[in-house]
Nanobody
Framework: QVQLVETGGGLVQAGGSLKLSCAAS????????MGWFRQTPGKEREFVAA????????RYADSVKGRFTISRDNANTTIYLQMNSLKPEDTAVYYC??????????????????WGQGTQVTVSS
């Protein structure tokens, strides 16, 4: 079993930065691929970024590529999402998720096995 808790959300002006953290528990965390997703009211959950279990492979949605960076610290069982140059359209609840390793990065929410509770990110114009 894997438990995930996101922190770091808040209110920021357009062009600013935030760093989200997702603390994980479970002895098998280091062997899971991880992802960040976001969701706004009335819309489906959207893929943001993913990182494989070792941290050597990453994938980003086109909408955030070049602005967001996903990373992981397996020693501290934590993954991060550094968000720079934030835009109002980045406003959403951000979730971290875990999935057993796959040959390629998983971008479909339904494929993930474990989810955190989410953290709100609001970007003002």
């Amino acid at each position: 079993q894997v438990q995930l808790v996101e922190t770091g959300g808040g209110l920021v002006q357009a062009g600013g930065s935030l760093k989200l953290s997702c603390a994980a528990s479970g002895r098998t965390f280091m062997y899971y691929d991880m992802g960040w997703f976001r969701q706004t009211p009335g819309k489906e959950r959207e893929f943001v970024a993913a990182i494989n279990w070792s941290g050597g492979i990453t994938r980003y949605a086109d909408s955030v590529k070049g602005r967001f960076t996903i990373s992981r610290d397996n020693a501290n069982t934590t993954i991060y999402l550094q968000m720079n140059s934030l835009k109002p359209e980045d406003t959403a609840v951000y979730y971290c998720a875990a999935v057993r390793p796959r040959p390629i990065m998983v971008v479909t929410p339904n494929a993930y096995d474990y989810w955190g509770q989410g953290t709100q990110v609001t970007v003002s114009s």
